[in-house]
């Protein structure tokens, strides 16, 4: 059973409401980005200055880096206006009067939309309740098959946040077969990060990585394959192990001590019933063909952050066309 704890006013706090208080007291991301301006700040008072040499990429359109020709230059310690300044000139060069990361911050914006449309068509949602249905009562299948859906949306867009819907979908389909909700947590959230671990298009990990170092995207693609096979292999064989061994031995599930407060909390939550329509797989399958579009584009046409993001707003217009989106949320 769970313990409660009291506060100052001598009222119980449960643990949902003591994860809550942790959530609210943690700093946000933008004062850890600031915090980090900060820091990096104060190296450039400390560390030594250099530079590489730098010559125009034509199938990059951009200046990189040439290799070994590292060389220190005179410091340049950074004042507490430059520090303000720094957002600033990341997107936007104030000293060059150029551009800097205004392609990069436009793709994140356009893909962030096609995303957005493609999960307001509820097309995701429908495609895995559909292979949930297709395997009750072979639920240990499940387990393999759901962690490749999850890692598929890992390594192409980074699917994190966007699998909290899932969790009411897996959890009682989990339970229901006599496993435990840790194993309904696992198949998501293993799945899902062992996805971006390998992240091979992931084009808010490996696509912005490799344009600030000024490479393709294409390269070390089949290492971040090897990457995501094994893991993926790694994960799915530990989940399934440990998935029957609660279910021949409940007592060592690690949260034996809720399963009653499990499987009263999720008896009635969830639904695998969504029908999973002919415009949902025309969705799907425009989805996965505009990642492919990608691919061929950057790998073979020279494509850089600029068509990309016409790529991907021009197929959140077609989704959107499919899936009836209305212009107005």
């Given at each position: 059973?769970?313990?409660?704890?009291?506060?100052?006013?001598?009222?119980?706090?449960?643990?949902?409401?003591?994860?809550?208080?942790?959530?609210?007291?943690?700093?946000?991301?933008?004062?850890?980005?600031?915090?980090l301006i900060l820091f990096m700040a104060a190296l450039t008072w400390f560390v030594?200055?250099?530079?590489?040499?730098?010559?125009?990429?034509?199938?990059?359109?951009?200046?990189?880096?040439?290799?070994?020709?590292?060389?220190?230059?005179?410091?340049?310690?950074?004042?507490?206006?430059?520090?303000?300044?720094?957002?600033?000139?990341?997107?936007?060069?104030?000293?060059?009067?150029?551009?800097?990361?205004?392609?990069?911050?436009?793709?994140?914006?356009?893909?962030?939309?096609?995303?957005?449309?493609?999960?307001?068509?509820?097309?995701?949602?429908?495609?895995?309740?559909?292979?949930?249905?297709?395997?009750?009562?072979?639920?240990?299948?499940?387990?393999?098959?759901?962690?490749?859906?999850?890692?598929?949306?890992?390594?192409?867009?980074?699917?994190?946040?966007?699998?909290?819907?899932?969790?009411?979908?897996?959890?009682?389909?989990?339970?229901?077969?006599?496993?435990?909700?840790?194993?309904?947590?696992?198949?998501?959230?293993?799945?899902?990060?062992?996805?971006?671990?390998?992240?091979?298009?992931?084009?808010?990990?490996?696509?912005?990585?490799?344009?600030?170092?000024?490479?393709?995207?294409?390269?070390?693609?089949?290492?971040?394959?090897?990457?995501?096979?094994?893991?993926?292999?790694?994960?799915?064989?530990?989940?399934m192990w440990y998935a029957e061994r609660v279910r021949a031995n409940p007592e060592?599930?690690?949260?034996?001590?809720?399963?009653?407060?499990?499987?009263?909390?999720?008896?009635?939550?969830?639904?695998?019933?969504?029908?999973?329509?002919?415009?949902?797989?025309?969705?799907?399958?425009?989805?996965?063909?505009?990642?492919?579009?990608?691919?061929?584009?950057?790998?073979?046409?020279?494509?850089?952050?600029?068509?990309?993001?016409?790529?991907?707003?021009?197929?959140?217009?077609?989704?959107?066309?499919?899936?009836?989106?209305?212009?107005?949320?």
């Amino acid at each position: 059973m769970t313990t409660a704890t009291k506060d100052s006013s001598g009222h119980a706090e449960t643990p949902a409401d003591l994860s809550a208080g942790i959530a609210s007291r943690f700093p946000t991301a933008y004062s850890i980005l600031f915090g980090l301006i900060l820091f990096m700040a104060a190296l450039t008072w400390f560390v030594p200055a250099g530079q590489y040499d730098r010559v125009e990429n034509e199938a990059l359109g951009r200046e990189v880096a040439v290799p070994g020709s590292y060389k220190a230059v005179e410091a340049a310690p950074q004042s507490l206006f430059d520090i303000f300044l720094a957002p600033v000139n990341g997107f936007y060069s104030q000293s060059a009067g150029t551009a800097n990361a205004i392609d990069v911050s436009l793709f994140v914006l356009i893909i962030g939309g096609f995303l957005g449309v493609v999960n307001s068509t509820g097309a995701i949602n429908a495609g895995i309740a559909r292979a949930m249905n297709a395997l009750r009562g072979r639920e240990k299948w499940m387990i393999p098959i759901m962690m490749a859906l999850f890692a598929a949306g890992g390594t192409t867009y980074g699917m994190a946040e966007e699998t909290l819907a899932f969790y009411v979908l897996i959890i009682p389909v989990m339970i229901a077969a006599r496993y435990d909700a840790v194993t309904g947590v696992a198949i998501i959230l293993v799945g899902a990060g062992i996805g971006v671990l390998g992240s091979t298009i992931n084009p808010f990990a490996t696509t912005i990585a490799s344009n600030a170092a000024g490479i393709p995207f294409t390269t070390g693609m089949m290492l971040r394959f090897i990457i995501l096979g094994a893991g993926w292999v790694a994960c799915v064989a530990y989940v399934m192990w440990y998935a029957e061994r609660v279910r021949a031995n409940p007592e060592l599930s690690i949260v034996a001590n809720m399963k009653t407060a499990n499987e009263a909390h999720f008896k009635l939550k969830g639904s695998a019933d969504d029908e999973f329509t002919a415009r949902h797989k025309l969705i799907l399958f425009l989805f996965t063909l505009t990642f492919g579009v990608m691919i061929w584009g950057v790998s073979s046409q020279g494509w850089w952050m600029a068509e990309m993001s016409g790529l991907f707003l021009a197929a959140a217009i077609v989704v959107g066309i499919v899936g009836w989106v209305g212009e107005k949320p």
